[in-house]
């Protein structure tokens, strides 16, 4: 079992970087995949990106390919967010989730822990 928390999540303009953390607390951090989802108020929660146990393979939703970076830190039991040239639709609540085992899905359904939510707000 994992517990997550995320933080780094704050207000930005509109072109500014944003670097958000989950750290996972419990054991075997390494045998989780771990994904980064958003949601909007009033919309369903969608995938933003994922990482597989070992960190060497990621996926990313096409709304933010190019400006987003997905890393882990196995040592540190942490994963993060990088978030570059953020843009006023990025405003939401970015939600870290594990996932157990070799695979790294796409779908929030496949995520059985998932952290309490850190709020974006980009201003443009």
């Known amino acids: 079992q994992v517990q997550l928390e995320e933080s780094g999540g704050g207000l930005v303009q509109a072109g500014d970087s944003l670097k958000l953390s989950c750290a996972a607390s419990?054991?075997?951090?390494?045998?989780?995949?771990m994904g980064w989802f958003r949601q909007a108020p009033g919309k369903e929660r969608e995938f933003v990106a994922a990482?597989?146990?070992?960190?060497?393979?990621?996926y990313y939703a096409d709304s933010v390919k190019g400006r987003f970076t997905i890393s882990r830190d196995n040592a540190k039991n942490t994963v993060y967010l990088l978030m570059n040239s953020l843009k006023a639709e990025d405003t939401v609540v970015y939600y870290c989730a594990a996932r157990f085992g070799v695979t790294t899905p796409q779908t929030m359904g496949e995520y059985g822990y998932w952290g309490q939510g850190t709020q974006v707000s980009v201003s443009s």
């Open positions: 419990g054991r075997s951090f390494s045998n989780y995949a």
């Open positions: 990482i597989n146990w070992s960190g060497g393979y990621t």
